[in-house]
């Protein structure tokens, strides 16, 4: 064991391949033309032109042995199925929250959640609010504010917690928004702003400012092992604990959690919401009957549920959260060596380009990430995702202004990739990288009201195709 993690540098996947899934090459020619059909945003490919599909780590990961045998076992009674209890044991084991509601995704806890706590005249503060959650929130009319620390702003700055949520502004937003924040949320890791984790201290100092102004604490908890690995490298006195016990302590200091079980659940598909208060949940659960099933389902099959039960079992694992980890920064490492622009530390599920920094010549609002994804795509039939202007410029009232930052995230499906993929990666962002300087930015030419990074069509502001 020590042999594997301290005397040999390459890192090995902790499975082997079982059933493979092919990938086509395909040439820049025909990338161009796969562009121009999406209107330059990478949501509309076709999948099967992608080569590396690094948009997100979210439902995208290959499934273990076990979690296909776990598939079998699934009962598809309308209630009370087996496979709702074997769910339920599971994530009680490492949340311990009265009540338990599963969904389909992550977002439908969201929107159950907020349906019932939002509205007008309310604000809810978070780390930084994922753009579903953002959405969310605002749908229906409330508030959604950010306060994460001032390092988790700057992609450069050196901080072990970066998602850390900044006390001293939280204290002060309840104090000015006294009686119209109905909750506070921490993103475990922090998507939106790098993937960085939230240590323990900064949940019970969050946890102590709730307890004065009486609002509950709720974590967005989809990268909640990744958080604990984290937590468990890197804050004082964590070194020598089980992941389980880190993350029952993350649990134990909030009233709830929304998640998405396509991340750290290790499944293609699911989520929940989990809560403590009595009240709430009845409204929750009479919600989740409208949109998403009986309490004992809440839209998943009974396969589905038994893929969650033993993910949660497998997520938890050390061997894998080491290699999960110690891969996502082989692929920062490899980037920085060649002065590559980067969100450090690296984060856990994906590795952001600071775009602003590489292409300074495409100004905010000629959305800079999005010309960078186009480039990755064309040159390597990689495709990333935008996470910047695009994503975060537009205000609820139409204007645009730059989002804080503008990345592009490189996210690594769980088990899923090898390292010889990663190795091609390497070569592509490298070689776009140093050819930076003729990338263009874009325009929009067709997008929605909210939400718009899915489906907005672009055009480059140049002639060719953004890099041509
Ligand atoms: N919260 C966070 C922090 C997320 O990263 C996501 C999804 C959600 C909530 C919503 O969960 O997709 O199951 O409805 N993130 C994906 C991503 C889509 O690519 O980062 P969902």
């Given amino acids: 064991m020590l042999d594997l993690v301290g005397r040999w540098r390459t890192i090995i996947e902790p499975f082997r391949i079982h059933s493979v899934e092919p990938i086509r090459l395909t040439t820049v020619e025909q990338r161009d033309v796969a562009l121009e059909a999406a209107g330059y945003n990478l949501f509309n490919l076709h999948a099967d032109d992608v080569l590396i599909d690094l948009l997100t780590d979210s439902g995208t990961g290959a499934m273990s042995r076990d979690q296909w045998a776990a598939v079998q076992h699934g009962d598809e009674s309308y209630a009370g199925s087996p496979s709702w209890y074997a769910f339920l044991d599971a994530v009680t084991e490492l949340f ?36 579903t959650t953002r959405a969310n929130v605002e749908a229906t009319g409330a508030e959604a504010v950010d306060l994460v620390i001032e390092e988790g702003r700057d992609p450069s700055a050196i901080h072990p917690f970066k998602g850390n949520m900044d006390v001293d502004a939280l204290d002060r937003f309840l104090d000015e928004r006294r009686g119209s924040v109905p909750v506070v949320f921490v993103t475990v890791t922090n998507n939106s702003g790098g993937g ?33 690995w984290f937590i468990k490298l890197r804050e004082p006195g964590q070194g020598d604990r089980a992941i389980p016990d880190i993350v029952r302590d993350m649990a134990g ?4 959690m929304t998640m998405s079980a396509k991340k750290d659940g290790l499944a293609n598909i699911g989520g929940w919401l989990a809560l403590n208060d009595d009240d709430l949940a009845e409204q929750c659960r009479n919600l989740l009957i409208l949109t998403e099933g009986f309490p004992t389902y809440g839209g998943l099959a009974g396969r589905d549920l038994e ?23 082989y692929l920062g490492e490899a980037l920085d060596r060649a002065d ?3 969100v450090k530390p690296f984060g856990g599920h994906a590795i952001y380009l600071d775009a602003r920094a590489m292409l300074p010549h495409v100004e905010p609002l000629a959305y800079p990430g999005q010309a960078l994804a186009v480039a990755l795509y064309r040159e390597g039939g990689i495709r990333s995702s935008e996470i910047g202007t695009v994503m975060f410029g537009r205000r609820p009232d139409g204007t645009e202004a730059p989002a804080a930052m503008d990345l592009v995230r490189l996210a690594i499906p769980r088990r899923t990739y090898t390292q010889s993929h990663i190795d091609y990666v390497i070569e592509v962002v490298r070689w776009v990288a140093e050819r930076a300087s003729s990338l263009r930015g874009l325009r929009i030419v067709e997008q929605p009201a909210a939400l718009r990074h899915f489906t907005a069509r672009f055009a480059p502001l140049d002639r060719g195709p953004a890099g041509a």
Wanted: aromatic share 8%; proline share 5%; net charge neutral.
């Fill in 340 to 342: 590559v622009p980067l």
């Fill in 307 to 329: 893929a969650i039960a033993q993910g949660l079992r497998e997520v938890v694992e050390e061997d894998y959260l080491r290699y999960r980890i110690t891969s996502t920064a």
């Fill in 96 to 131: 311990p929250f009265r009540h338990v509601i599963p969904t389909h995704q992550g977002r439908a806890a969201e929107k159950i959640l907020f349906s019932v706590l939002g509205g007008a005249g309310k604000a809810v503060a978070n780390n930084t609010h994922f753009d």
């Fill in 196 to 228: 960085q984790p939230v240590s323990l201290a900064n949940l019970r100092a969050v946890r102590e400012v709730c307890d004065q102004h009486r609002v509950p604490l709720f974590l967005d908890a989809c990268r909640f092992a990744e958080n604990a």
């Fill in 253 to 256: 200091l909030a009233d709830g």
